[in-house]
C-alpha cells in the first residue's frame, strides 16, 4: 500500500511538472510562477508498460524520494491524495485559461500562420535562387580553374620574355654603337678623360662582339663594320701618342722619367687596348720603346763613364806599386813627399776612403764630372765606381718597375723584356770593368767595390728587383779575382824581396812593414762590416810573409841588441797601427802583441851592463823611435838593475861570504838610487814608467822599498817571472 501511495504521489508531481512546462512556454520568461523546481528525474521508468517489475519500481521510488520537493511534502505531513486532487484541478484551470488565450489571439494565430505561409514561398524562392546560385558558382569554379592555369601559363611566359629581353637588351646594347663613342674617338685628343671612357666602351664592344660571333649571333654583321673602323682610328691615335713619347726619349738633355710618367698615367688603358685588339701595333710599340731606350741608357752611361774617369786620382798603382817593391824616389808610396791630395792617392793606407761605404755617402748623389772639372777635384777609382753603379742601380730600378706595369709582365718575361733594354748598357759596363782591372793594381779600392757591389744587391732586393742579380753576380767574378791576384802578388813581392837589396839598415820601424800595417788594418776595417773568410786567409798569408821578412832584414844586423831593437821597433809600430783600425781581440793585434812582448822581455833580459846607466839611458832612446816604448824599456832595465843588485848584497849577506874582501867595495843601495834617479824617464803617460822619487824602484823590505803588488804587476808586465819576497840588505858600512 505504501508502495502504491508513494507511485501515486510521484505521477501527480510529475504531472504538475509538465503542466508548469507548458505554462513556462505560454507565459514566457514572465508566466513562471515561484517554487517551481526541476522535474523530477525518473529515468527509464515506464508506467504503462505490462512488463512492469517491482523491484524497479522500488528503485525508481527510491531515487523520487531523494528529490528535494518529495522530501518536503512528507516532512509537512501532506496528504496526497487530496494534493493530487488539487493538482488536477488546477491543471484544468491553467488548460481552460490556455484555451482562452488561444481563442483571444486567434487573429494573431491567423496573421502568424499567414505569415509564415509567406516566409515558406520567400524560403522556397530562396531555395530557388541559391539552387541557382550554386550551380552558377559550380560553373565559376570551373572557370576560375581554369583562369588559374591560365594565369600559370601567362606568368611562364611573362618570366621567359622577361629573361629573353634581358639576354637580347644586353645584347642589343653590347651591339649597338652610340653617337657619344663615335664622337670622343674620332674627335677626342687621347688624353681626354671622355676618349678614356669612350676606349673603355669600345674595348667592352668589341669583345662582346667577338663572343656573339662565336655563338653565331647574325646581328653583329651589322656593327662590325663600324666597331673595325673605330678601333682602327684608335689604335692609330695611341701609337701616334705612344711613338710621340718614345721620341721624345731621343732629344738631348732630356729628362727620360717625366714621359715615363705620362706613359704610366695611361697604362691600363692604351697599351692594354693595344694589346687586346691590335697585337701587331703593341709588339711595334714595344719593340720601339726598346730599341730607343736601349740606345739611350748606352749612349748615356757611354758618355757619363768617359767623363766620369776623367776626374780620377792622375796617379794610380801600377805592376811595380806592391808591398815589397823597393821605395824609390819614382814611386813614395809612404808619401814622404806629400804630393796633391787632389792629383795623388794612396795605395796601402784606406785614409778617408772607407767612407764610401758608409751608409750616408752610398746613397748620395752621384758625381757630376764637369763640375767636378771645374773644381779640379779629383776622386778614387771606388768612388767613380760607387757613383756609376748607384746611377745604375736606380734607373734600373725604375726600369724595371715601369716595364713590368706599362707592358704588364712578371716574372721571366720581365726579366728578358729589362735585359732587352738594360742589356746592352750592362754589357758595356762589364767590360770597362774588367778592362780596368785588367791595369789595376789598389788592393784597398778592388775591395772597397766589392762591398759596394754587396750593398747596392741588398738595396736592390729591398725594392723588389730581382733583375740585376745576375749582373752583381758578374761584377764580383770580375773584383774578387782581381783583388785575390793582386793580394797575392804582394804577398810574393813580400816573399821574394831580398833584404841586402834594399840599402842601408836601419833600427827603425821599416817602410815595408809600415805598408803591411796600413794596408792590413785597411782590410780588416773594411771585412769587419761583412766579413769574409777568404779575405781572411789571405791576410793570414801576407802576415806570416811580413813576419818571415822582419826576421829576414833581423838577421842583417851584427848584434843581437840591434836585431831586438829592429824587431822591437817594427812590431810596434804594426801594433800601434792596427789598434787604431781593427778590433781589438783581432788575431792580427793579438798575434804582434805577444810578439811585441816576447821581443821586449829579450831585450830587456840581453842588454849588457855597461860602466855608466847614462850610456845605457841614451843607448836606449837612441834605438827606439817611439818614446813611450823607450821609456818602457828604460824603467824595465832600471827595475832588474836594482833587482839584480839587491839579490847580490843578499847573497854576499851570507855566513859563509861576510869575510870576503869584496863586500868591501859595495856600494850602498842607497847611493845607487841617487844615481839613478838621474836617469828616471819623467814622461807624465802610463807606459813611460813611474815619475816618483826613486826609491819607488826598491823592491819591498828595503828602507824605502817598492810595494810588492806593484813589483809583480810590473814583471808581469814584462813577462818575466817573480822575484821572491826580498830581506832588506845588511848596510856595507
Known sequence: MAAAATMAAAARELVLRSGASDMEEEEGPLGGGPGLQEPLQLGELDLTSDEFILDEVDVHIQANLEDELVKEALKTGVDLRHYSKQVELELQQIEQKSIRDYIQESENIASLHNQITACDAVLERMEQMLGAFQSDLSSISSEIRTLQEQSGAMNIRLRNRQAVRGKLGELVDGLVVPSALVTAILEAPVTEPRFLEQLQELDAKAAAVREQEARGTAACADVRGVLDRLRVKAVTKIREFILQKIYSFRKPMTNYQIPQTALLKYRWFFYQFLLGNERATAKEVRDEYVETLSKMYLSYYRSYLGRLM????????????????????????????????????????LGTRGSVISPTELEAPILVPHTAQRGEQRYPFEALFRSQHYALLDNSCREYLFICEFFVVSGPAAHDLFHAVMGRTLSMTLKHLESYLADCYDAIAVFLCIHIVLRFRNIAAKRDVPALDRYWEQVLALLWPRFELILEMNVQSVRSTDPQRLGGLDTRPHYITRRYAEFS???????????????????????????????????????RKEQLVFLINNYDMMLGVLMERAADDSKEVESFQQLLNARTQEFIEELSWKSSVESLSQDVMRSFTNFRNGTSIIQGALTQLIQLYHRFHRVLSQPQLRALPARAELINIHHLMVELKKHKPTSDTPDAGATGPPHELLPSGSPSGLPLARRNLRMQALDMPHPPSPQAPASSG
Open 521 to 559: 788594418s785597411a782590410l780588416v776595417s773594411i771585412n769587419q762590416t761583412i766579413p769574409n773568410e777568404r779575405t781572411m786567409q789571405l791576410l793570414g798569408q801576407l802576415q806570416v810573409e811580413v813576419e818571415n821578412f822582419v826576421l829576414r832584414v833581423a838577421a842583417e844586423f851584427s848584434s
Open 310 to 349: 776623367k776626374v780620377q786620382y792622375e796617379e794610380v798603382a801600377e805592376k811595380d806599386d806592391l808591398m815589397g817593391v823597393e821605395d824609390t824616389a819614382k814611386k813614395d808610396i809612404l808619401q814622404l813627399r806629400t804630393p796633391s791630395l787632389r792629383s795623388r792617392n794612396t795605395i796601402f793606407t
